[in-house]
């Protein structure tokens, strides 16, 4: 599930500068390993209150926006999206053409 575990946000350097605004960002990233994740606390974002909202959310980094789609590009000329099942907010009808090229869009926008 998104903020949770095993879901973990990476995040690139605007989106660090981004936070940096807003929380130290010593106490919140984790750059054990070559890309910069958001730490982790008891299995869930360090980030994600107690009452379950995030503690930064008008300068989340770009993967919490988009969840609980991402784009996943195996090669530039077939890129797919991909959505995380458990999610359990995702409800509702199928997604119509306009909205799924609006994703495309936003999530194009956001890889590069
Ligand atoms: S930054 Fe906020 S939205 Fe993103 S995983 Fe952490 S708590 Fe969730």
């Not at 981004?18 to 130290?24: I, K, M, P, S, T």
């Not at 995030?54 to 090669?75: H, K, M």
């Amino acid at each position: 599930m998104c903020c949770r575990n095993p879901y973990r946000v990476d995040l690139g350097e605007d989106e660090v500068n981004r936070l940096a605004g807003e929380v130290d960002v010593a106490e919140v990233l984790d750059e054990r390993t070559s890309i910069v994740l958001m730490r982790q606390v008891d299995d869930a974002c360090v980030l994600l209150g107690h009452d379950l909202r995030c503690n930064a959310y008008q300068v989340r980094p770009i993967g919490c926006r988009n969840y609980p789609f991402r784009l996943e590009v195996e090669d530039e000329e077939t890129p797919r999206i991909v959505r995380d099942l458990a999610c359990p907010g995702f409800v509702g009808p199928p997604m119509d053409e306009s909205a799924y090229t609006m994703l495309v869009e936003q999530l194009t926008r956001s890889a590069r």
